[in-house]
């Protein structure tokens, strides 16, 4: 191929930074933030428009049973499995213009720069707004096979029932199955987004190789002591939960605190009877663990169990460990993180590697095929917030790097003649 005019290919800045605005104008609340909910009227809206860049860039656009959006771009080799792209367009409450919709909008920024001078891969493109990433990743779970049967799990946050987000926007929880896709189906998964992190600003590099998504353990911890008097009770005979409770807190954080790259965090805690003449009775909190390697996870995980067995000894509480999320860490796959790396490179641009230990949609489309993830410079490392930005330069690189990924990646998966 024409590989001279291909490896000068760059994306147009102007346009992709026009798209990232008109997309956030849909959901706009009063201080600047965005709130597109998934399912809502403003999801819809901005599925009709992100539906209508697709076409205007050369696609043609299809919604499987999960509600994902899928845009195609022919090519040469129309049998071949697509090089897949792709994010999510719906955002947590008071969120920014970049999560998730930057790297759908670069992905068909990247279509329309090839389209629009007429060159075509030997793979197709799809570039896909996956359904619901920030809540239940129905869309990404049922494309990779991954969906629980009750249907409960996944309905709204406003408790909506999920038949009926899904009908809204022509997607059938009764045949969701069929948005199923097999490993053949797909060449790679590629995803392009923010870092929503301070490492690369603090590195200063300009693009993010993802090694792989963590691994993820969440659990509820019930520490047991007794309630009673705040006056009459003394000091000595007390089983007092929210002092093992703190302990724990500690515990926990000086476990996260040790040489590698986990983090662990209590995040959340509720004590009863949670007024000030009483001594805490019990205490419920939450324990998160993350690390990109599933022994590690295990290893902190049994070093936790025995800091929390020693502080229910001295404390005279009881305390329980209920498992509430388990998910196993998403290797990146090292052929794809090479060529972003030597894409990099070759524009001159300056990057690092580094786990992302945020959830992704490409974390569930890594169990059918080969996964890679581009990260951008998240300015202060803020995102899931109203000031989440990123410079029109850096959108412009990471697509430029996502296309000639894309490229790279093109040549390196052979297509059946
Ligand atoms: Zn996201």
């Not at 290919?9 to 104008?25: E, G, P, W, Y």
């Not at 793979?123 to 991954?146: L, N, Q, S, Y």
């Not at 300056?350 to 945020?358: D, F, I, K, M, N």
Request: with cysteine.
């Amino acid at each position: 191929m024409v590989s001279k005019v291909l490896s000068s290919l760059a994306v147009n800045r102007d346009r992709l930074s026009t798209m990232i605005h008109q997309l956030a104008q849909l959901g706009k609340l009063p201080n600047g933030g965005v709130q597109r909910l998934a399912f809502s009227p403003e999801d819809c809206h901005a599925r009709a428009l992100v539906r209508r860049w697709m076409v205007e860039a050369g696609m043609t656009v299809r919604l499987d049973e999960a509600g994902n959006l899928i845009g195609r771009y022919p090519g040469r080799f129309e049998a071949a499995p697509p090089l897949v792209t792709g994010s999510h367009i719906d955002t947590v409450p008071n969120a920014g213009h970049y999560d998730g919709t930057y790297g759908v909008l670069a992905g068909i920024e990247s279509v329309r720069t090839l389209s629009e001078r007429k060159l075509y891969l030997d793979h197709p493109i799809e570039v896909i707004v996956f359904a619901d990433e920030e809540r239940t990743m129905i869309g990404c779970k049922a494309m990779a096979g991954r969906l629980l049967n009750d249907p409960k799990l996944y309905s709204s946050r406003s408790q909506e029932p999920v038949e009926t987000c899904l009908e809204r926007v022509g997607g059938d929880w009764d045949i969701i199955d069929h948005a199923r896709r097999t490993p053949e189906s797909m060449a790679a998964f590629v995803e392009l987004h923010v870092e929503q992190g301070p490492m690369l600003t603090t590195l200063n590099k300009q693009i993010g190789i993802v090694t792989g998504i963590v691994g993820q353990r969440r659990y509820w911890i019930t520490v047991e002591g007794q309630s009673s008097h705040a006056g009459t009770t003394p000091m000595s005979m007390r089983q007092d939960a929210l002092v093992a409770a703190s302990q724990i807190v500690l515990a926990v954080n000086q476990i996260g605190q040790r040489p590698g790259d986990q983090v662990a965090t209590v995040g959340r805690l509720e004590l009863s009877p949670n007024v000030p003449n009483s001594i805490p009775g019990k205490v419920e909190m939450s324990l998160d663990l993350r690390d990109l390697s599933s022994d590690r996870l295990d290893q902190l995980l049994s070093d936790i169990h025995q800091a929390i067995d020693s502080i229910a000894a001295e404390t005279d509480t009881q305390i329980s460990m209920t498992q509430r999320l388990h998910n196993e860490p998403s290797p990146a796959n090292s052929h794809i993180q090479n060529a972003i790396a030597q894409v990099c490179d070759d524009l001159k641009l300056t990057h690092c590697s580094l786990p992302s230990r945020a959830s992704h949609d490409a974390q569930e489309i890594a169990h059918i095929t080969d996964m890679g993830m581009i990260f951008v410079p998240s300015e202060g490392g803020i995102s899931h917030a109203e000031t989440e930005y990123t410079s029109p330069e850096d959108c412009a690189n990471g697509a430029t790097v996502l296309l000639q990924t894309l490229m790279r990646l093109d040549r390196h998966y052979h297509c059946p003649s």
